[in-house]
């Protein structure tokens, strides 16, 4: 089967939340099942936590709600990321 994962689902399962249902976990975790989950879920997290919009740019900001979200590090010449706490290279 191939989920999509609501936005809440995916942050119960990440931080293993009790709000998880064992039974939503159990299908998440079973290896015949394709998960998937949408960068709309990256950006209405960046937005809901409140992320300071030091750039009008939508497709940076999808990019840096994707690497504040999977900590990952961004390799750009964009000065405005520096504005924020992720790692650049």
Same mark, same amino acid.
């Given at each position: 089967? %191939?989920? +999509? +994962?609501? =936005?809440h689902i995916l &942050? !119960? #399962?990440? $931080?293993?939340d009790?709000?998880?249902?064992k039974a939503?976990?159990k299908?998440i975790?079973?290896?015949?099942n394709?998960?998937?989950?949408? /960068? /709309?879920s990256? !950006? %209405? /997290?960046? /937005? *809901?936590k409140? +992320?300071?919009?030091?750039?009008?740019d939508p497709?940076?900001?999808l &990019? +840096? $709600?994707?690497?504040?979200?999977e #900590? &990952?590090?961004?390799? =750009?010449n964009?000065?405005?990321? *520096? #504005?924020?706490?992720?790692?650049?290279?």
């Amino acid at each position: 089967m %191939e989920i +999509l +994962l609501d =936005t809440h689902i995916l &942050l !119960w #399962n990440l $931080a293993d939340d009790p709000r998880s249902k064992k039974a939503k976990s159990k299908i998440i975790e079973d290896p015949r099942n394709k998960v998937f989950f949408s /960068i /709309i879920s990256l !950006w %209405e /997290i960046a /937005i *809901k936590k409140g +992320l300071a919009l030091h750039h009008r740019d939508p497709f940076d900001r999808l &990019l +840096l $709600a994707q690497a504040m979200i999977e #900590n &990952l590090v961004i390799m =750009t010449n964009d000065a405005y990321y *520096k #504005n924020y706490k992720i790692k650049i290279i």
